[in-house]
Protein backbone atom coordinates (compact mmCIF):
# COMPACT_ATOMS: atom_id res chain seq x y z
CA UNK A 1 0.00 0.00 0.00
CA UNK A 2 1.65 3.45 -0.91
CA UNK A 3 1.94 5.80 2.38
CA UNK A 4 -1.13 8.16 2.62
CA UNK A 5 -0.89 11.90 1.66
CA UNK A 6 0.16 13.84 4.72
CA UNK A 7 -3.46 15.18 5.19
CA UNK A 8 -5.61 15.80 8.15
CA UNK A 9 -7.83 12.68 8.06
CA UNK A 10 -10.15 13.42 11.16
CA UNK A 11 -11.31 16.60 9.73
CA UNK A 12 -12.17 15.97 6.40
CA UNK A 13 -15.74 16.84 5.17
CA UNK A 14 -17.31 16.51 1.83
CA UNK A 15 -15.71 19.09 -0.47
CA UNK A 16 -13.53 19.20 -3.66
CA UNK A 17 -9.92 18.25 -2.74
CA UNK A 18 -7.59 18.66 -5.46
CA UNK A 19 -5.46 15.06 -6.45
CA UNK A 20 -3.10 13.93 -8.23
CA UNK A 21 -4.53 12.58 -11.45
CA UNK A 22 -7.67 12.45 -13.44
CA UNK A 23 -9.25 10.45 -16.27
CA UNK A 24 -10.39 12.18 -19.13
CA UNK A 25 -11.06 10.40 -22.57
CA UNK A 26 -13.10 12.48 -25.69
CA UNK A 27 -15.57 10.58 -28.22
CA UNK A 28 -16.01 12.95 -31.76
CA UNK A 29 -18.29 12.60 -34.55
CA UNK A 30 -17.32 8.92 -35.09
CA UNK A 31 -19.04 7.40 -31.87
CA UNK A 32 -16.32 5.32 -30.22
CA UNK A 33 -14.40 6.65 -27.37
CA UNK A 34 -10.67 7.22 -27.45
CA UNK A 35 -8.66 5.20 -25.45
CA UNK A 36 -8.16 7.66 -23.25
CA UNK A 37 -6.09 8.02 -19.86
CA UNK A 38 -4.77 9.94 -16.84
CA UNK A 39 -4.07 13.71 -16.98
CA UNK A 40 -2.97 15.98 -13.72
CA UNK A 41 -5.91 16.92 -11.95
CA UNK A 42 -6.62 20.44 -12.79
CA UNK A 43 -8.90 23.19 -14.80
CA UNK A 44 -9.78 21.96 -18.43
CA UNK A 45 -10.37 23.88 -21.52
CA UNK A 46 -14.00 24.17 -22.58
CA UNK A 47 -16.04 25.72 -25.29
CA UNK A 48 -18.51 28.82 -24.49
CA UNK A 49 -20.64 27.09 -26.64
CA UNK A 50 -20.20 23.74 -25.74
CA UNK A 51 -23.53 21.64 -24.84
CA UNK A 52 -23.07 20.91 -21.15
CA UNK A 53 -22.93 24.80 -20.85
CA UNK A 54 -25.48 25.93 -22.72
CA UNK A 55 -27.63 23.25 -22.72
CA UNK A 56 -27.23 20.82 -19.95
CA UNK A 57 -25.94 17.63 -21.87
CA UNK A 58 -24.70 16.58 -18.92
CA UNK A 59 -24.77 13.61 -16.55
CA UNK A 60 -22.66 12.03 -13.41
CA UNK A 61 -22.19 9.23 -11.30
CA UNK A 62 -21.06 9.14 -7.95
CA UNK A 63 -19.58 6.25 -5.89
CA UNK A 64 -16.99 5.35 -3.11
CA UNK A 65 -13.31 3.25 -2.99
CA UNK A 66 -12.22 2.43 0.91
CA UNK A 67 -9.64 1.43 2.67
CA UNK A 68 -10.69 -2.28 3.59
CA UNK A 69 -10.49 -3.81 6.77
CA UNK A 70 -8.06 -6.47 4.96
CA UNK A 71 -5.52 -3.85 4.30
CA UNK A 72 -6.85 -3.07 0.42
CA UNK A 73 -8.47 -0.92 -1.62
CA UNK A 74 -12.34 -1.55 -3.04
CA UNK A 75 -14.69 -0.70 -5.04
CA UNK A 76 -18.81 -1.43 -4.03
CA UNK A 77 -20.54 -2.53 -7.15
CA UNK A 78 -19.14 -0.84 -9.63
CA UNK A 79 -20.98 -2.54 -12.22
CA UNK A 80 -24.19 -0.93 -11.26
CA UNK A 81 -23.16 2.68 -11.25
CA UNK A 82 -21.59 1.63 -15.27
CA UNK A 83 -25.36 0.03 -15.73
CA UNK A 84 -26.70 3.78 -14.49
CA UNK A 85 -24.13 5.92 -16.70
CA UNK A 86 -24.82 4.09 -19.47
CA UNK A 87 -28.22 4.60 -19.04
CA UNK A 88 -28.45 8.09 -18.43
CA UNK A 89 -25.93 9.15 -21.66
CA UNK A 90 -28.55 7.20 -23.50
CA UNK A 91 -31.17 9.35 -22.56
CA UNK A 92 -29.61 12.58 -23.22
CA UNK A 93 -28.35 11.60 -26.46
CA UNK A 94 -24.77 10.96 -25.75
CA UNK A 95 -22.81 8.03 -27.00
CA UNK A 96 -22.87 5.06 -23.70
CA UNK A 97 -20.29 4.06 -22.21
CA UNK A 98 -19.54 0.34 -22.10
CA UNK A 99 -18.67 -1.69 -18.63
CA UNK A 100 -15.58 -2.79 -18.96
CA UNK A 101 -14.39 1.10 -19.95
CA UNK A 102 -16.26 2.01 -17.09
CA UNK A 103 -14.64 0.04 -14.28
CA UNK A 104 -10.72 0.58 -16.08
CA UNK A 105 -11.57 4.46 -15.79
CA UNK A 106 -12.25 4.11 -12.32
CA UNK A 107 -9.19 1.67 -11.57
CA UNK A 108 -6.85 3.37 -13.02
CA UNK A 109 -7.52 7.23 -10.94
CA UNK A 110 -8.11 5.27 -7.80
CA UNK A 111 -4.54 3.67 -8.65
CA UNK A 112 -2.94 6.67 -9.07
CA UNK A 113 -4.77 8.23 -6.51
CA UNK A 114 -4.20 5.59 -3.82
CA UNK A 115 -2.62 7.99 -1.28
CA UNK A 116 -5.57 10.31 -0.83
CA UNK A 117 -7.64 7.64 0.07
CA UNK A 118 -8.48 7.98 3.56
CA UNK A 119 -7.54 5.61 5.83
CA UNK A 120 -9.86 2.29 7.49
CA UNK A 121 -12.45 4.10 9.01
CA UNK A 122 -11.94 7.38 8.16
CA UNK A 123 -14.31 7.98 5.21
CA UNK A 124 -13.86 7.08 1.41
CA UNK A 125 -12.38 8.72 -1.66
CA UNK A 126 -15.34 10.14 -3.24
CA UNK A 127 -15.29 9.35 -7.00
CA UNK A 128 -16.62 11.45 -9.56
CA UNK A 129 -17.18 10.31 -13.64
CA UNK A 130 -19.03 13.19 -15.68
CA UNK A 131 -20.05 12.87 -19.40
CA UNK A 132 -20.29 16.39 -20.92
CA UNK A 133 -21.46 17.18 -24.80
CA UNK A 134 -18.02 19.52 -25.30
CA UNK A 135 -18.17 20.36 -29.14
CA UNK A 136 -19.77 24.26 -29.88
CA UNK A 137 -23.56 23.89 -30.45
CA UNK A 138 -25.44 27.11 -31.11
CA UNK A 139 -28.60 25.35 -31.99
CA UNK A 140 -30.26 23.30 -29.18
CA UNK A 141 -28.92 19.82 -30.51
CA UNK A 142 -27.06 16.88 -29.43
CA UNK A 143 -23.52 17.55 -29.22
CA UNK A 144 -20.75 16.28 -32.38
CA UNK A 145 -17.97 15.62 -29.61
CA UNK A 146 -18.08 14.29 -25.84
CA UNK A 147 -15.52 14.49 -23.05
CA UNK A 148 -15.70 11.71 -20.39
CA UNK A 149 -13.85 12.75 -17.06
CA UNK A 150 -13.13 10.84 -13.91
CA UNK A 151 -11.73 13.09 -11.12
CA UNK A 152 -11.71 12.14 -6.96
CA UNK A 153 -11.87 13.40 -4.04
CA UNK A 154 -11.24 12.15 -0.45
CA UNK A 155 -14.01 12.47 2.02
CA UNK A 156 -14.53 12.22 5.50
CA UNK A 157 -17.29 10.03 7.31
CA UNK A 158 -20.74 12.30 6.63
CA UNK A 159 -21.83 12.45 10.16
CA UNK A 160 -18.90 12.91 12.67
CA UNK A 161 -19.87 12.01 16.80
CA UNK A 162 -22.30 9.82 15.46
CA UNK A 163 -25.76 9.73 13.38
CA UNK A 164 -28.27 12.76 13.51
CA UNK A 165 -31.43 12.16 12.20
CA UNK A 166 -33.13 13.97 9.49
CA UNK A 167 -35.31 17.31 9.87
CA UNK A 168 -37.17 17.31 6.76
CA UNK A 169 -40.14 19.53 4.83
CA UNK A 170 -42.57 17.50 2.93
CA UNK A 171 -42.90 20.02 -0.17
CA UNK A 172 -45.82 21.55 -1.96
CA UNK A 173 -43.78 24.28 -3.38
CA UNK A 174 -41.45 22.49 -5.95
CA UNK A 175 -41.08 18.78 -7.38
CA UNK A 176 -38.13 17.04 -8.34
CA UNK A 177 -38.82 15.85 -11.27
CA UNK A 178 -41.51 15.13 -13.71
CA UNK A 179 -43.32 12.32 -14.88
CA UNK A 180 -41.47 10.79 -18.03
CA UNK A 181 -38.41 13.30 -17.89
CA UNK A 182 -35.02 12.36 -17.03
CA UNK A 183 -35.53 12.40 -12.79
CA UNK A 184 -34.55 8.32 -13.19
CA UNK A 185 -30.94 9.36 -14.38
CA UNK A 186 -28.31 11.49 -13.29
CA UNK A 187 -29.04 14.36 -15.61
CA UNK A 188 -27.08 17.59 -13.97
CA UNK A 189 -30.83 19.65 -14.56
CA UNK A 190 -32.21 17.54 -11.96
CA UNK A 191 -29.84 19.18 -9.24
CA UNK A 192 -29.82 22.74 -9.92
CA UNK A 193 -33.57 22.65 -9.56
CA UNK A 194 -32.95 21.41 -6.22
CA UNK A 195 -30.56 24.54 -5.38
CA UNK A 196 -33.58 26.88 -4.53
CA UNK A 197 -35.76 24.52 -2.41
CA UNK A 198 -32.76 22.67 -0.50
CA UNK A 199 -31.48 26.49 -0.05
CA UNK A 200 -35.37 27.49 1.28
CA UNK A 201 -35.35 24.27 3.30
CA UNK A 202 -32.05 25.48 5.17
CA UNK A 203 -33.09 28.99 5.52
CA UNK A 204 -36.32 27.58 7.42
CA UNK A 205 -33.80 25.40 9.56
CA UNK A 206 -34.61 21.93 7.98
CA UNK A 207 -31.93 19.58 7.24
CA UNK A 208 -33.32 18.42 3.00
CA UNK A 209 -36.56 18.67 0.99
CA UNK A 210 -38.91 15.44 0.57
CA UNK A 211 -39.90 15.43 -2.79
CA UNK A 212 -44.00 14.24 -3.30
CA UNK A 213 -44.57 12.85 -6.70
CA UNK A 214 -45.29 15.09 -9.47
CA UNK A 215 -48.50 12.82 -10.68
CA UNK A 216 -49.74 12.62 -7.08
CA UNK A 217 -48.78 14.24 -4.51
CA UNK A 218 -50.28 12.00 -1.61
CA UNK A 219 -47.45 9.89 -2.44
CA UNK A 220 -43.45 10.02 -1.62
CA UNK A 221 -40.86 10.22 -4.58
CA UNK A 222 -36.98 10.76 -2.57
CA UNK A 223 -34.95 12.87 -0.14
CA UNK A 224 -32.99 15.65 -2.81
CA UNK A 225 -30.06 12.91 -4.00
CA UNK A 226 -30.98 9.80 -1.39
CA UNK A 227 -33.82 7.31 -1.87
CA UNK A 228 -36.42 6.44 1.12
CA UNK A 229 -37.51 3.69 3.22
CA UNK A 230 -40.45 3.29 5.47
CA UNK A 231 -40.70 0.53 8.35
CA UNK A 232 -43.93 -0.49 9.56
CA UNK A 233 -44.04 -3.74 11.69
CA UNK A 234 -42.07 -6.33 9.65
CA UNK A 235 -42.84 -4.32 6.35
CA UNK A 236 -40.44 -2.13 4.67
CA UNK A 237 -41.63 -0.18 1.58
CA UNK A 238 -39.56 2.00 -0.85
CA UNK A 239 -41.28 3.88 -3.69
CA UNK A 240 -41.14 1.75 -6.85
CA UNK A 241 -38.44 2.44 -9.62
CA UNK A 242 -41.00 3.99 -12.12
CA UNK A 243 -41.04 7.53 -13.39
CA UNK A 244 -38.64 9.99 -11.72
CA UNK A 245 -36.82 7.49 -9.08
CA UNK A 246 -33.41 7.46 -9.12
CA UNK A 247 -32.20 3.51 -9.06
CA UNK A 248 -29.91 4.21 -6.27
CA UNK A 249 -27.22 1.20 -5.53
CA UNK A 250 -27.40 1.81 -2.00
CA UNK A 251 -30.97 1.09 -2.66
CA UNK A 252 -31.13 -1.89 -4.45
CA UNK A 253 -28.35 -2.92 -1.61
CA UNK A 254 -31.06 -2.14 1.07
CA UNK A 255 -33.50 -4.39 -0.32
CA UNK A 256 -31.61 -7.40 -0.43
CA UNK A 257 -29.95 -6.85 3.27
CA UNK A 258 -33.77 -6.15 4.47
CA UNK A 259 -35.09 -9.17 2.70
CA UNK A 260 -32.13 -11.92 3.25
CA UNK A 261 -30.53 -11.34 6.60
CA UNK A 262 -33.28 -9.03 8.35
CA UNK A 263 -36.65 -11.27 7.12
CA UNK A 264 -38.60 -7.96 6.43
CA UNK A 265 -41.55 -8.34 3.99
CA UNK A 266 -39.89 -6.00 1.43
CA UNK A 267 -42.20 -4.14 -0.85
CA UNK A 268 -41.80 -1.62 -3.93
CA UNK A 269 -44.77 0.24 -4.24
CA UNK A 270 -46.73 3.13 -3.69
CA UNK A 271 -45.52 5.51 -0.40
CA UNK A 272 -47.92 7.53 1.61
CA UNK A 273 -46.88 10.78 2.67
CA UNK A 274 -49.46 10.04 4.80
CA UNK A 275 -48.14 6.34 6.17
CA UNK A 276 -44.83 7.98 6.92
CA UNK A 277 -46.08 10.44 9.94
CA UNK A 278 -47.41 6.89 11.78
CA UNK A 279 -44.07 4.63 10.63
CA UNK A 280 -42.05 2.69 13.31
CA UNK A 281 -38.54 4.36 11.16
CA UNK A 282 -38.42 6.39 8.14
CA UNK A 283 -34.64 6.40 6.78
CA UNK A 284 -32.78 7.51 3.69
CA UNK A 285 -29.80 6.07 1.48
CA UNK A 286 -26.98 6.72 -0.93
CA UNK A 287 -23.64 6.47 -1.46
CA UNK A 288 -22.79 10.21 0.38
CA UNK A 289 -25.14 9.67 2.99
CA UNK A 290 -25.04 5.87 3.16
CA UNK A 291 -28.25 5.15 5.31
CA UNK A 292 -29.59 7.68 8.11
CA UNK A 293 -32.70 8.25 9.32
CA UNK A 294 -35.23 10.65 9.31
CA UNK A 295 -36.20 12.46 12.67
CA UNK A 296 -39.04 14.33 11.77
CA UNK A 297 -40.97 15.00 8.89
CA UNK A 298 -42.99 19.14 8.57
CA UNK A 299 -45.97 18.77 6.09
CA UNK A 300 -48.18 21.88 5.52
CA UNK A 301 -46.73 23.76 8.72
CA UNK A 302 -47.35 20.29 10.87
CA UNK A 303 -44.17 18.57 12.26
CA UNK A 304 -44.58 14.94 12.70
CA UNK A 305 -42.45 13.11 14.84
CA UNK A 306 -41.31 9.63 13.57
CA UNK A 307 -41.99 7.30 16.66
CA UNK A 308 -39.29 8.46 19.32
CA UNK A 309 -37.59 10.85 16.55
CA UNK A 310 -34.01 8.46 17.06
CA UNK A 311 -32.70 6.12 14.79
CA UNK A 312 -34.63 3.35 14.82
CA UNK A 313 -33.63 -0.94 15.00
CA UNK A 314 -34.07 -1.52 11.70
CA UNK A 315 -31.62 1.46 10.87
CA UNK A 316 -29.11 0.74 12.73
CA UNK A 317 -28.73 -2.79 11.63
CA UNK A 318 -29.32 -2.30 8.04
CA UNK A 319 -26.65 0.38 7.73
CA UNK A 320 -23.99 -1.73 9.88
CA UNK A 321 -24.66 -4.96 8.17
CA UNK A 322 -23.62 -2.63 4.61
CA UNK A 323 -21.28 -0.88 5.62
CA UNK A 324 -19.22 -4.33 7.35
CA UNK A 325 -19.36 -5.66 4.08
CA UNK A 326 -18.26 -2.39 2.27
CA UNK A 327 -15.56 -2.46 4.68
CA UNK A 328 -14.78 -5.94 4.63
CA UNK A 329 -15.14 -6.57 8.35
CA UNK A 330 -18.33 -9.01 7.26
CA UNK A 331 -17.55 -11.83 4.07
CA UNK A 332 -19.27 -10.45 1.19
CA UNK A 333 -22.12 -13.50 0.02
CA UNK A 334 -22.92 -11.15 -2.93
CA UNK A 335 -20.20 -10.57 -4.48
CA UNK A 336 -20.45 -7.22 -4.12
CA UNK A 337 -16.82 -5.93 -3.07
CA UNK A 338 -14.42 -4.79 -6.12
CA UNK A 339 -10.86 -4.84 -5.23
CA UNK A 340 -8.67 -2.38 -6.68
C1 LIG B 1 -27.43 9.47 -6.62
C2 LIG B 1 -28.82 9.59 -6.15
C3 LIG B 1 -29.39 8.67 -5.25
C4 LIG B 1 -28.59 7.60 -4.56
O1 LIG B 1 -28.01 6.68 -5.42
P1 LIG B 1 -26.80 5.76 -4.90
O2 LIG B 1 -26.45 4.96 -6.10
O3 LIG B 1 -27.32 4.95 -3.78
O4 LIG B 1 -25.72 6.69 -4.48
C5 LIG B 1 -30.73 8.79 -4.94
N1 LIG B 1 -31.48 9.78 -5.45
C6 LIG B 1 -30.98 10.69 -6.31
C7 LIG B 1 -31.87 11.74 -6.85
C8 LIG B 1 -29.63 10.63 -6.68
O5 LIG B 1 -29.13 11.54 -7.50
Same mark, same amino acid.
Given at each position: ??????????????????????????????????????????????????? =????G???????????S?????????P????K????S???????????????????????????????????G??????????????????????T??????????????????????????????????????????????S????????????????????????????????N??????????????????????T????L????????????E?D??????????? =???????????????????????????????????????????????????????????
Amino acid at each position: MKKKQNIDWDNLGFGVYPTRSMWKSTNSINGEWDKGGLIPYGNIEISPAAG =VLNYGQGIFEGMKAYHSSKDRLVLFRPEMNAKRISTSCKRLCMPEISKDYFINAILEVVRDNADFVPPYNKGGLYIRPVVWGTAPTLGVAPASEYTFLVYTAPVGPYFRGGIKPLNLIASESYHRAAPKGIGHVKAIGNYSASLEPVRKAKEDGFDEVLYLKAEDERLVEEVGSANIFMRKGNQLVTPRLAGSILPGVTRNSILKLAQDQLGLDVTEGDLLLEDLFTADE =VFCTGTAVVLTPVGHITYRKKTHMIKDGNMGEAATELRKKLVHIQLEKKEDSYGWIYPV
